[in-house]
């Protein structure tokens, strides 16, 4: 008896828990929709609040596809500003932009002729 008790208190742990998850991003979802009113955003998580099950399989069934519609272009946009971020912190320059700078340091005498050659090296490896 005592093995069934703990995989029903398994079990019932991981429904709540992934319903918790799913209210969430219901939730995140509604707030994202600009079609959306206020007040039927209201209406929504009024009615996710007082049924709760009920109201999250209805909002599933009739608005499932433009939250998937949503959660691929919210994921793209995140991926393209990562990838922005990255192209402007990278600061990707060309070798002859590279072997520039360098020149313009070994001129202003901030580094000597040994370090421009082991720059001027890397930038055309």
């Known amino acids: 008896m005592q093995f069934f008790e703990v ?20 939730v995140g979802d509604i707030f994202r929709d600009s079609s959306l009113s206020g007040v039927f955003k209201a209406i929504w998580i009024f009615f996710l609040l007082v049924t709760p099950y009920i ?17 691929v272009k919210a994921a793209a946009s995140a991926q393209q500003q990562g990838e922005e971020y990255l192209r402007r912190v ?3 320059q060309s070798p002859a932009d590279q072997i ?21 090296a890397k930038a055309l490896a």
Do not use: C, H, P
């Not at 742990?13 to 219901?26: G, K, P, T, V």
């Not at 520039?100 to 001027?120: F, M, P, R, V």
């Open 7 to 26: 995989f029903w208190s398994i079990t019932v742990a991981f429904l709540f828990l992934a319903y918790l998850i799913l209210l969430f991003q219901i």
């Open 55 to 71: 109201s999250a399989l209805i909002y599933i069934v009739v608005r499932g596809n433009g939250m998937t519609e949503r959660n």
């Open 90 to 92: 990278a600061g990707t």
């Open 100 to 120: 520039q700078a360098a020149k313009s340091l070994l001129d202003a005498g901030t580094i000597n002729d040994t370090e421009y050659a082991q720059l001027k």
